[in-house]
């Protein structure tokens, strides 16, 4: 182990391991702040998580630092959970002392497709598996000795801003932001990643959009047409497409934030919608059907409410002032509700909660 502050104490013999979603995450970088991985504290909830959990006594590594501690806790069992980690390894993933406790799939079927073809055999290796929705939508139950073990994921939604609610727009441009990466090869009309290239392309040729993210003017492999008619269609209208460092100091800005899930399945709500609602920046959704279910109907427009996605642009650049603040109102009440909470708990409050860390 790197120092002594990891050598926690396991009071409960039992050691905690996280298997994160790539190996950038390894040696313990789940959990550091400092990290250049840290981008808008999406780290911080784990770092917040591996401090509860060590405050009660259980000691907190990824699953790659698993033969290196174990000589340090002899008599201890090893809790293992799959940490947005691929079905494949959480599977194949053994040792001496070990339990397979839990496994969350955070991306879709879309993205993902082998991780939900493998939920028969996690509910059979696993106590709990996390899924978007416990209905089926987007995947194939497993046998019914074995779908009581999936569970709903909350994807942890925290707001760690620290700034004054204003919900007055006068200071804000009114038009539409986007921060994206230039995905291309899944692209379809039907998905999130199309329905966003459609949405760019409109807004702007309109110039009504100001879009934000990485590899827009670059040539890709995978994708060699789309991504050189990308490169050449902005450089058509001269747009520069910056990286921003922070959403929040771009969204802040803007009246309107174009919120596209990848794609369309129960449950599944991400941080494109969160990241829109912590700087009162009003969400223009697509993805989860049953969004109504956990946010709020007046904190956001709803692209599927219109026959065209271009009606929808016109709807929102036709909202009076006191229309935008009236949606800011809501997100406020939304964000300090009981409804947020679970969001704001998320995947990390539900390992907590069961360590009885919560």
Same mark, same amino acid.
């Given at each position: 182990?790197?120092?002594?502050?990891?050598?926690?104490?396991?009071? @409960?013999?039992?050691?905690?391991?996280?298997?994160?979603?790539?190996?950038?995450?390894?040696?313990? @970088?789940?959990?550091?702040?400092?990290?250049?991985?840290?981008?808008?504290?999406?780290?911080?909830?784990?770092?917040?998580?591996?401090?509860?959990?060590?405050?009660?006594?259980?000691?907190?590594?990824?699953?790659?630092?698993?033969?290196?501690?174990?000589?340090?806790?002899?008599?201890?069992?090893?809790?293992?959970?799959?940490?947005?980690?691929?079905?494949?390894?959480?599977?194949?993933?053994?040792?001496?002392?070990?339990?397979?406790?839990?496994?969350?799939?955070?991306?879709?079927?879309?993205?993902?497709?082998?991780?939900?073809?493998?939920?028969?055999?996690?509910?059979?290796?696993?106590?709990?598996?996390?899924?978007?929705?416990?209905?089926?939508?987007?995947?194939?139950?497993?046998?019914?000795?074995?779908?009581?073990?999936?569970?709903?994921?909350?994807?942890?939604?925290?707001?760690?801003?620290?700034?004054?609610? @204003?919900?007055?727009?006068?200071?804000?441009?009114?038009?539409?932001?986007?921060?994206?990466?230039?995905?291309?090869?899944?692209?379809?009309?039907?998905?999130?990643?199309?329905?966003?290239?459609?949405?760019?392309?409109?807004?702007?040729?309109?110039?009504?959009?100001?879009?934000?993210?990485?590899?827009?003017?670059?040539?890709?492999?995978?994708?060699?047409?789309?991504?050189?008619?990308?490169?050449?269609?902005?450089?058509?209208? =001269?747009? @520069?497409?910056?990286?921003?460092?922070?959403?929040?100091?771009?969204?802040?800005?803007?009246?309107?934030?174009?919120?596209?899930?990848?794609?369309?399945?129960?449950?599944?709500?991400?941080?494109?919608?969160? =990241?829109?609602?912590?700087?009162?920046?009003?969400?223009?959704?697509?993805?989860?059907?049953?969004?109504?279910?956990?946010?709020?109907?007046?904190?956001?427009?709803?692209? =599927?409410?219109?026959?065209?996605?271009? =009606?929808?642009?016109?709807?929102?650049?036709?909202?009076?002032?006191?229309?935008?603040?009236?949606?800011?109102?809501?997100?406020?009440?939304?964000?300090?509700?009981?409804?947020?909470?679970?969001?704001?708990?998320?995947?990390?409050?539900?390992?907590?909660?069961?360590?009885?860390?919560?």
């Amino acid at each position: 182990m790197r120092n002594a502050e990891q050598r926690v104490e396991a009071k @409960n013999d039992i050691v905690i391991l996280f298997d994160p979603p790539s190996s950038h995450y390894h040696n313990n @970088n789940f959990f550091e702040l400092d990290s250049p991985l840290n981008r808008d504290s999406t780290l911080r909830p784990n770092y917040e998580l591996k401090r509860q959990l060590q405050n009660h006594g259980y000691p907190v590594f990824t699953a790659d630092m698993f033969d290196e501690v174990r000589p340090f806790y002899p008599g201890c069992r090893f809790h293992y959970w799959g940490f947005g980690a691929p079905a494949s390894r959480a599977l194949s993933f053994d040792g001496v002392d070990l339990d397979k406790i839990g496994v969350a799939l955070f991306e879709p079927p879309l993205v993902k497709p082998a991780d939900y073809e493998a939920i028969n055999n996690l509910t059979k290796t696993f106590k709990k598996v996390f899924l978007h929705n416990i209905i089926g939508d987007g995947y194939e139950l497993p046998d019914d000795d074995e779908v009581a073990k999936i569970k709903k994921l909350f994807w942890t939604n925290r707001n760690y801003q620290d700034w004054n609610y @204003n919900p007055a727009s006068s200071e804000r441009l009114a038009k539409f932001a986007i921060i994206a990466g230039a995905h291309f090869r899944k692209a379809s009309t039907s998905n999130g990643y199309g329905k966003r290239l459609q949405a760019i392309q409109y807004l702007v040729s309109q110039r009504k959009l100001d879009l934000f993210g990485f590899g827009w003017r670059r040539f890709q492999i995978r994708s060699p047409m789309a991504s050189l008619f990308w490169k050449f269609k902005l450089g058509r209208y =001269d747009w @520069n497409v910056p990286s921003p460092a922070n959403k929040h100091d771009v969204y802040r800005k803007y009246d309107f934030a174009l919120c596209f899930e990848n794609m369309a399945m129960s449950g599944y709500i991400t941080e494109k919608l969160f =990241d829109a609602l912590f700087s009162l920046c009003i969400p223009v959704y697509w993805g989860a059907p049953d969004i109504a279910k956990y946010v709020p109907e007046d904190c956001y427009i709803k692209l =599927d409410d219109f026959p065209k996605m271009q =009606d929808c642009f016109e709807h929102c650049l036709g909202l009076s002032a006191a229309d935008k603040t009236a949606y800011r109102h809501a997100i406020n009440r939304f964000l300090n509700s009981s409804e947020f909470a679970k969001f704001d708990s998320g995947f990390h409050g539900q390992i907590a909660t069961f360590y009885g860390a919560g």
